[in-house]
């Protein structure tokens, strides 16, 4: 199954010890299965090629018959024909007999590799796994090393993943020692005990010469592949972008055809306004959907017949395993049928007791999807209604987003560039060859650009998950003590040592990986067990409870610093978002100008300000050197609002704030495909570039962080530049809004922008707790006290 190295000890093949269980039934006058062994020993008494060790295999090929009856030992005759397993020479990976169904599964499939761990970590685990045999055989220490073994093979015939979990038993491996056997202290024992992967210190200690293994050891494999395909379908569906693009929907689509174990499997998903059939007419593929393949709904005079309609009449999954025999004859159905489906499932996803759209299953083979698939799905049905509302959360924020800027667009400041485009395109229309919409492109704006941005976001995210899983597997772990104090059993100190280990690894750190292994082993080993624990006694009944209690109903995992994070971040970012859209009406009437912002941990904006974006034109400099004033003074207000909000917030995050000056004008272009602006012209590219990269920059030579709670950092590259600005930092020191503290830094060199320099000044608290509204007479107040630089100098 994997590349041959050679092992760590001299192992030998030899079937003694299976004789040794033979001869043991034998001797037992009581056992049942005496007579049996009595034929066994007989048998193979009479074959003596396959007695002491056997280092050509071929030997076994050749007495298949007097091996199968030996081997019912170790694989009972009546399980054979279901059974994955196989015998291999201890520490070999090739296997010298196996069952009719590991030979055949394996022969028609390609190992893709080992879900947890690459190939020096299998081979350092049989290694360490002989070791602790060792301590077990020769020094009477019960010792155990085990590691969870998840196989991955695809299937060449139909190109679908399987995962089987591998099982390794040594019980028919004999352990022999060579000269003196190497003694051990308690120390040495507990820290062999303490370090179970440290293989030099093991090979001090128990030197590898000493020892070699007999006999055979056992390998099964299990075919877990229902459950790792819906673990890794909690798993994307719990993604923030699950839905967000067609690679993501691949994604989805192979985990359901392993699930279903149908490789022409299509997943389609459709978006619902309201929570009625009548909305499939305005209804909207999520990326695909079998029914809207075209976009929208076909035809279909007597659509209240189709087993759409009968699905929203129950709100239960509707199964047609045949379309051509179904009760449901439209055009929708029709229509799948032209598309090449026969076998299709329908299940409403519906989120806070609305139905928000249709998954909708579908496979070319009649017979396929079926009632069994209908079962399988349902654990996760109620993850695609949240990935679903997911999604349409975000698209609502980039539909509001687009809206808003093709509105701002259209605000008096720009309406008249649209209008006249317009126009332009309806007077070409009389010649059909040269009509087209011209490029719209406004040159010579000022732009502005500002951050307030949650500091150590990703940070904190890992640490609610981390706390998360930490109460989620303390909560399991009561449950597994709970029960194990009213009926002991060693599976249960077994599964609440695993517990305890996945703890140890949670409180030193979270890696990429815990979140699905703690989880998935949460959901598959301990969960599935507290249908039958709840009977053991009260006591336990009340953990159980207590742990269902505590996880969230929809995502079905414990989620209350992570809700926290995301609230908290949330508010953040509505509390930055009212408070520029506030100070934004003021501005606005000072001078117009184009305005947007981005959500995501922080609130990002762009503003642009020229003569090129008025109509009746008017621009001066003066607005300019107002709007960079007015956008100093928002950053305050905003860092007084966020000061305000944080001792409210459940998870008291910090915030810094950023302005990128840009001294010189540049061209923007309205893009048709994805409608915004955008800067235009390769140097003005540079500014771009900044922007996406300014918030990581670091103070040359001490590798700190610009930005700094409290603190607004504002980036230069232009000597002239900070001139302006300090004037500004003077006036506001004055007017109380900053500290006397300034900080002029040099920026470490970034990725296609070097020479940036900064200004980093500190934010004043408010003269009095609701002291938080910008005052516009002070702006006046500061412009008329400066002295205003001509577009000459």
């Known amino acids: 199954m994997i590349d041959e190295i050679p092992p760590f000890f001299e192992t030998?093949?030899?079937?003694?010890?299976?004789?040794?269980?033979?001869?043991?039934?034998?001797d037992d006058p009581s056992s049942p299965l005496a007579p049996m062994a009595e034929q066994v020993l007989q048998r193979y008494a009479a074959t003596p090629g396959l007695h002491g060790r056997l280092?050509?295999?071929?030997?076994?090929?050749?007495?298949?018959?007097?091996?199968?009856?030996?081997?019912?030992?170790?694989?009972?005759?009546?399980?054979?024909?279901?059974?994955?397993?196989?015998?291999?020479?201890?520490?070999?990976?090739?296997?010298?007999?196996?069952?009719?169904?590991?030979?055949?599964?394996?022969?028609?499939?390609?190992?893709?590799?080992?879900?947890?761990?690459?190939?020096?970590?299998?081979?350092?685990?049989?290694?360490?796994?002989?070791?602790?045999?060792?301590?077990?055989?020769?020094?009477?220490?019960?010792?155990?090393?085990?590691?969870?073994?998840?196989?991955?093979?695809?299937?060449?015939r139909t190109g679908l993943d399987n995962y089987h979990r591998i099982s390794i038993d040594a019980s028919?491996?004999?352990?022999?020692?060579?000269?003196?056997?190497?003694t051990l202290s308690d120390d040495d024992v507990q820290r062999l005990l303490a370090e179970p992967l440290n293989l030099p210190l093991w090979e001090h200690h128990l030197p590898p010469d000493?020892?070699?293994?007999?006999?055979f050891t056992v390998l099964t494999a299990t075919d877990v592949t229902d459950q790792q395909a819906l673990s890794m379908l909690r798993h994307d569906l719990l993604q923030q972008d699950a839905m967000a693009s067609s690679d993501h929907l691949d994604q989805l689509q192979s985990r359901l055809r392993t699930l279903l174990r149908c490789p022409e499997l299509r997943l389609g998903l459709i978006s619902l306004r309201r929570n009625e059939f009548d909305a499939m007419q305005q209804a909207r593929p999520i990326g695909r959907s079998l029914l809207l393949d075209e976009g929208c709904a076909p035809d279909c005079p007597h659509s209240e017949a189709s087993s759409y309609?009968?699905?929203?009449?129950?709100?239960?999954?509707?199964?047609?395993?045949?379309?051509?025999?179904?009760?449901?004859?439209?055009?929708?159905?029709?229509?799948?049928?032209?598309?090449?489906?026969?076998s299709l499932l329908l299940a409403p996803l519906v989120y806070e007791d609305r139905a928000i759209g249709v998954l909708e299953v579908a496979s070319p083979k009649a017979g396929v999807i079926n009632e069994l698939s209908a079962l399988k799905l349902q654990e996760v049905i109620a993850l695609f209604a949240t990935a679903l509302q997911r999604t349409l959360d975000e698209q609502e924020d980039r539909l509001q987003a687009v809206i808003k800027r093709q509105y701002t667009a259209l605000h008096p400041v720009v309406e008249w560039r649209f209008r006249e485009a317009a126009a332009n395109y309806l007077d070409q229309q009389t010649d059909a060859n040269r009509a087209q919409l011209e490029q719209i492109v406004f040159r010579d704006v000022y732009p502005l650009y500002g951050l307030t941005d949650v500091r150590g976001s990703s940070d904190h995210r890992n640490e609610a998950i981390r706390e998360d899983l930490l109460e989620q597997l303390g909560l399991a772990l009561a449950v597994i003590?709970?029960?194990?104090?009213?009926?002991?059993?060693?599976?249960?100190?077994?599964?609440?040592?695993?517990?305890?280990?996945?703890?140890?690894?949670?409180?030193?750190?979270l890696n990429s990986e815990h979140e699905i292994t703690v989880l998935d082993f949460l959901h598959r080993d301990v969960e599935p067990l507290f249908d039958h624990l709840a009977a053991v006694s009260p006591g336990v009944r009340r953990r159980i409870a207590t742990y269902r209690e505590a996880l969230d109903p929809d995502l079905g995992i414990l989620y209350r610093r992570r809700r926290d994070f995301d609230q908290s971040v949330q508010r953040i970012n509505d509390t930055v978002g009212a408070y520029l859209d506030e100070q934004q009406e003021t501005a606005q009437a000072m001078?117009?100008?184009?305005?947007?912002?981005?959500?995501?941990?922080?609130?990002?904006?762009?503003?642009?300000?020229?003569?090129?974006?008025?109509?009746?034109?008017?621009?001066?400099?003066?607005?300019?050197?107002?709007?960079?004033?007015?956008q100093l003074m928002v950053h305050c207000g905003i860092s007084w609002e966020l000061d305000r909000l944080?001792?409210?917030?459940?998870?008291?995050?910090?915030?810094?704030?950023?302005?990128?000056?840009?001294?010189?004008?540049?061209?923007?272009?309205?893009?048709?495909?994805?409608?915004?602006?955008?800067?235009?012209?390769?140097?003005?590219?540079r500014y771009e570039i900044v922007k996406k990269r300014i918030d990581k920059a670091v103070v040359r030579g001490t590798g700190e962080r610009l930005t700094q709670p409290g603190k607004i950092a504002i980036v230069y590259s232009q000597s002239r530049e900070v001139q302006e600005y300090r004037r500004y930092v003077e006036y506001l020191q004055a007017a109380g809004y900053l500290t006397d503290a300034v900080e002029e830094l040099e920026l470490q060199d970034l990725q296609g922008a070097n020479g940036l320099k900064a200004l980093r000044v500190t934010v004043a608290p408010p003269e009095t707790d609701d002291d938080t509204t910008l005052a516009p007479t002070r702006v006046l107040d500061a412009i008329e006290a400066l002295p205003i630089a001509s577009e000459s100098e």
Not at 172 to 182: A, E, N, Q, S
Not at 210 to 215: K, P, Q
Not at 481 to 503: C, K, N, Q, T
């Open 12 to 26: 030998h093949f030899n079937l003694q010890p299976l004789v040794d269980y033979w001869q043991a039934a034998a």
């Open 55 to 156: 280092d050509d295999l071929q030997v076994l090929r050749d007495h298949r018959d007097v091996l199968d009856l030996m081997m019912t030992a170790v694989f009972p005759h009546g399980l054979r024909k279901h059974t994955y397993g196989a015998i291999y020479v201890p520490l070999r990976m090739t296997p010298a007999y196996a069952t009719p169904p590991f030979e055949r599964f394996f022969e028609s499939s390609t190992l893709v590799g080992h879900t947890h761990f690459d190939a020096e970590m299998v081979e350092r685990a049989k290694t360490m796994r002989v070791y602790h045999n060792i301590l077990r055989a020769i020094y009477g220490i019960e010792a155990d090393f085990a590691l969870p073994m998840l196989f991955t093979t695809r299937d060449s």
């Open 172 to 182: 028919f491996c004999t352990v022999l020692t060579h000269g003196d056997t190497p």
């Open 210 to 215: 000493r020892f070699s293994l007999e006999g």
């Open 309 to 342: 309609a009968h699905l929203f009449e129950t709100m239960q999954p509707v199964v047609l395993s045949d379309l051509e025999q179904s009760p449901h004859d439209t055009g929708y159905e029709a229509h799948l049928k032209d598309l090449g489906f026969r």
């Open 481 to 509: 003590i709970e029960a194990s104090i009213h009926r002991p059993l060693p599976i249960l100190d077994e599964i609440g040592y695993r517990v305890e280990r996945f703890v140890e690894e949670l409180q030193t750190e």
């Open 591 to 630: 001078f117009p100008h184009y305005f947007e912002k981005y959500k995501t941990d922080g609130v990002d904006y762009n503003i642009y300000i020229g003569e090129a974006l008025v109509e009746q034109g008017g621009f001066d400099v003066l607005y300019l050197q107002n709007l960079r004033l007015w």
């Open 646 to 685: 944080r001792p409210t917030l459940a998870v008291p995050l910090e915030t810094a704030h950023l302005i990128l000056v840009q001294h010189l004008p540049l061209s923007i272009r309205f893009r048709l495909e994805e409608k915004k602006f955008d800067v235009d012209g390769a140097y003005d590219i």
